[in-house]
């Protein structure tokens, strides 16, 4: 690797544009690898970013079987997933955008149309591009915090509507705490919108929520309204396939579309990501059977969390959010010495809290030992001395 101490104090620093300046890092966490290498702990058990642990359907590796052939040409499968994936949603309206990763629709939503100065609203504690997108423009956000009892605050929603807006956009369910908005209070919180803004809801995690009879169909709900919107979906979360970078937006109407594609790159999803996609939605047992055992994973780790005695937020997705007593910083920290991966929250006044993904049977039972390590040492210590006694 090239070092940056050969060339510090020689390059003239260029400013960038003053939005860009102000941003964070985006924090990506830390590789099974790189935890590996720097705690000296041989087993990691990463949850932190909210994988699937069973992967993706076998016929997907069938799929990609003879994927080289394909390499030499620029990717040509996009229409192919973008009828598969119609299949898959059955009759709709609207049109399907495909991004390299719904978080580059995300980013595109923000370059098509948030100018210097235009309001966003969203909800806090929030999956973090949802702002720094919308920042990077120059936008001004509003994040709207979470009720004590981690659920979508709708009557401080509803006040962040109800002045002039150009884009709401929140996660349902929403990540990291996991809570759902229902079909009612989505339907009110739309209306409350102003007719000209753009609604996007981000259902990255849906599949872990949709056996739910209160979890909407944001489409439908969407769809009945003559305003603009977008929800977004992703590959990366039940389908298993976050390596692969491919997600979608199902848009309100070709003007939305076009606008995307503007600033659309040019084949911005690759031909390994396409076939891949339309694999995995050819096998929606496969998908099904995941989501159930995590779905089942997640409430006995619910319960094992209430025991040690945490307070944890009401989650339908593939990951709990929780507070400990010690700043969240401090267990991801001690947790990694323990080979465990979670991710802690920075945000302002979520400070003491993390979220974990859930994971196998045995990653999560590894992930519990850990953590009683980490919260009660010498309880953990009597134990052992007990039973060395
Ligand atoms: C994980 C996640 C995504 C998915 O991002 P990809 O780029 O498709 O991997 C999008 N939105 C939310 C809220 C997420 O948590």
Redesign the pocket.
């Known amino acids: 690797m090239l070092s940056d101490a050969a060339s510090a104090g020689k390059v003239r620093v260029l400013a960038c544009r003053p939005e860009i300046a102000e941003l964070p890092l985006y924090n990506a966490g830390l590789s099974t690898e790189a935890v590996r290498a720097r705690y000296g702990v041989s087993e990691v058990t990463k949850l932190g ?2 994988e699937n642990p069973y992967g993706p359907s076998p016929s997907v590796s069938m799929a990609l079987g003879d994927i080289v052939s394909r390499l030499p040409l620029y990717p040509e499968a996009d229409q192919l997933l973008k009828a598969e994936i119609s299949r898959y949603l059955g009759a709709i309206s609207g049109q399907i955008i495909l ?1 390299n ?4 629709i ?1 980013r595109m939503i923000a370059e098509a149309y948030v100018s210097p100065g235009d309001r966003v609203v969203t909800v806090i504690p929030s ?1 973090g ?2 702002i720094i997108t919308a920042e990077a423009m120059g936008g001004i956000v509003e994040a709207v915090p979470v009720t004590q009892d981690c659920e979508f605050d709708l009557d401080a929603l509803h006040e962040a509507v109800s002045k002039p807006l150009k884009l709401l956009i929140f ?1 349902n369910p929403s ?1 990291p705490v996991g809570c759902m908005m229902t079909g009612q209070q989505l339907k009110d919180l739309v209306g409350s919108c102003p007719p000209d803004c753009l609604i996007v809801v ?1 259902e ?2 849906r599949e872990y929520a949709e056996h739910d009879p209160s979890y909407p169909s944001a489409r439908a709900i969407l769809a009945a309204q003559q305003r603009p919107w977008m929800v ?1 979906r ?4 039940a389908f298993g396939l ?1 390596g692969l ?3 979608y937006g199902i848009t309100s109407d070709s003007a939305v579309a076009d606008a995307i594609g503007k600033v659309r790159d040019p084949f911005n999803t690759n031909v390994v990501a396409q076939i891949a996609g339309c694999a995995a939605l050819n096998d929606l047992p496969h998908m099904e059977n995941t989501v159930r055992a995590t779905v089942e994973e997640r409430e006995s780790l619910r319960n094992a969390l209430v025991e040690i005695g945490l307070k944890i937020a009401p989650s339908c997705a593939n990951f709990l959010f929780f507070e400990t007593s010690i700043s969240s910083g401090n267990l991801a920290e001690a947790l990694l010495h323990e080979g465990v991966i979670i991710k802690p929250w920075k945000e302002p006044g979520y400070t003491s809290w993390s979220r974990v993904s859930i994971g196998t049977p045995e990653e999560n039972a590894r992930f519990l030992a850990a953590l009683r390590t980490v919260l009660h040492p010498s309880s953990v210590r009597e134990a052992q001395e007990a039973q060395e006694a």
């Open positions: 970013s909210n991004g990763g719904s978080e580059q995300i999956f591009l949802h996660a990540n981000d990255a995690y977004l992703t590959f990366s979360k976050a970078r491919i997600g």
